[in-house]
């Protein structure tokens, strides 16, 4: 269900008590791992946004606890740590807040994180000097380059 709070801190607080720990782990989590990030609402639920585009997302739905990792190759790698889990493209889905596994959450939002280092470590044999690279960031966490013109 989407809520009508207008930043993070409204939604935890109108969340119910059984599940309000777990949340406000997995908003620790995101805070401290997703440096970079905007933190805000959108689509009715607590996102991080990277560039201006929605990255990672949690909420407390009707019956479970979902946590959104919007970038489907970061998702397959930690599919076996989140055993136990309905797991789709980008959406884990907790039944219970006692489910949740921190630690490969934690992993799972370190990797999401790294990405964007991951595709600029690629091009550093091609890179002579800081000013031959123009960086394009898209959402897919993706990075391309053209050398400058001299």
Same mark, same amino acid.
């Given at each position: 269900?989407?809520?009508?709070?207008?930043?993070?801190?409204?939604?935890?607080?109108?969340? #119910?008590?059984?599940?309000?720990?777990?949340?406000?782990?997995?908003?620790?989590?995101?805070?401290?791992?997703?440096?970079?990030?905007e933190?805000? &609402?959108?689509?009715? &639920? #607590? /996102?991080?946004?990277?560039n201006?585009?929605?990255?990672?997302? %949690?909420?407390?739905?009707?019956?479970?606890?979902?946590l959104?990792?919007? !970038?489907?190759?970061?998702?397959?790698?930690?599919?076996k740590?989140?055993a136990?889990?309905?797991?789709?493209?980008?959406?884990?889905?907790f039944?219970k807040?006692?489910?949740?596994? %921190?630690?490969?959450?934690g992993?799972l939002l370190?990797?999401?994180? !790294?990405?964007?280092?991951?595709?600029?470590?690629?091009?550093?044999?091609?890179i002579?000097?800081? /000013?031959?690279?123009? &960086?394009?960031? @898209?959402?897919?966490?993706?990075? @391309?380059?053209? #050398? @400058?013109?001299?």
């Amino acid at each position: 269900m989407q809520s009508k709070a207008k930043d993070v801190s409204t939604y935890l607080e109108g969340l #119910p008590a059984g599940r309000r720990a777990a949340i406000e782990k997995l908003r620790g989590l995101c805070k401290e791992l997703l440096k970079g990030y905007e933190e805000c &609402m959108d689509y009715g &639920m #607590p /996102t991080y946004k990277r560039n201006g585009v929605v990255e990672v997302a %949690f909420a407390s739905q009707a019956q479970y606890i979902s946590l959104y990792v919007l !970038k489907k190759d970061v998702v397959d790698r930690h599919r076996k740590a989140l055993a136990g889990c309905e797991v789709g493209k980008g959406c884990i889905r907790f039944r219970k807040p006692d489910q949740i596994d %921190f630690a490969a959450v934690g992993l799972l939002l370190r990797d999401t994180a !790294k990405g964007e280092v991951q595709a600029l470590l690629r091009f550093l044999p091609t890179i002579q000097s800081a /000013t031959d690279v123009r &960086m394009v960031l @898209s959402h897919q966490g993706g990075v @391309s380059w053209q #050398p @400058s013109q001299r």
